[in-house]
């Protein structure tokens, strides 16, 4: 054990700047297409509710890809798209959008019916319901799909540093390779932690919400 806590002193000694690239680098494709996973999922899932015709089809969709293992969406993306940073966020893109979507309709339609009369008998138009009664409401179930979501595209974006996405997935993959358990240990640890801050950021911007709703 403390054979393993000097490799990754030493590691840190030797390899800080590029350690660091890779976790701006991880950041910042988990920020991306968080982004376009949140406009994608929540777009369509308004549109979902409000044509409900087509809910169906849409929801089901996006369900297939919550039972594609990331590693299969991530090796299919080569076929179409090829390696690189491009096509692994648009693959991570779309395995992040099922529990958006999934959450952005709940929310919607556990609106109470009662509060959207009572928005219509106050003279609102459909798009200030939507604005004013609807998307409010809605705000806590539609953020905790944002959560799901964001630990999947931190974890899959290690996944994707296979096909030349770059990001923490690199130290992960060169451990495995040589064998040595520092660098796994660096690599799972730095992915770990990037996980518990998203999720406690995420909490933050919730309790904001929460109280400059009580204001």
């Known amino acids: 054990m403390r054979e393993t806590w000097n490799s990754i002193i030493l590691y840190f000694e030797n390899n800080l700047e590029a350690y660091l690239i890779m976790l701006r680098r991880h950041v910042s494709i988990s920020l991306r297409v968080l982004a376009m996973s949140i406009f994608i999922g929540c777009l369509f899932g308004i549109l979902c509710v409000r044509f409900s015709k087509y809910k169906k089809w849409v ?21 179409f798209f ?17 529990p958006i ?44 799909g944002i959560k799901t979501a964001m630990i999947e595209i931190v974890a899959s974006t290690t996944i994707a540093s296979l096909i030349g996405a770059g990001g923490l997935g690199q130290i992960i993959f060169q451990g495995i390779s040589v064998r040595r358990t520092e660098l796994l240990l660096i690599g799972g640890v730095s992915v770990a932690l990037l996980s518990l801050v998203s ?4 909490d933050l911007l919730d309790r904001l919400l929460k109280r400059y709703k009580r204001v």
């Open 59 to 79: 929801i089901g969709l996006f369900q297939v890809l919550r039972i594609v293992p990331s590693l299969a969406v991530l090796v299919l993306s080569i076929r």
């Open 101 to 144: 979507l999934m959450n952005t309709v709940a929310g919607l339609e556990e609106v109470p019916f009662f509060m959207l009369e009572t928005s219509k008998a106050m003279g609102m138009t459909p798009l200030q319901m939507w604005l004013k009664v609807r998307l409010p409401l809605a705000l806590p179930l539609i953020l905790a």
């Open 199 to 202: 999720v406690f950021m995420l």
């Open 82 to 98: 090829g390696i690189g940073i491009g096509p692994a966020m648009t693959a991570l893109t779309f395995l992040a959008i099922p």
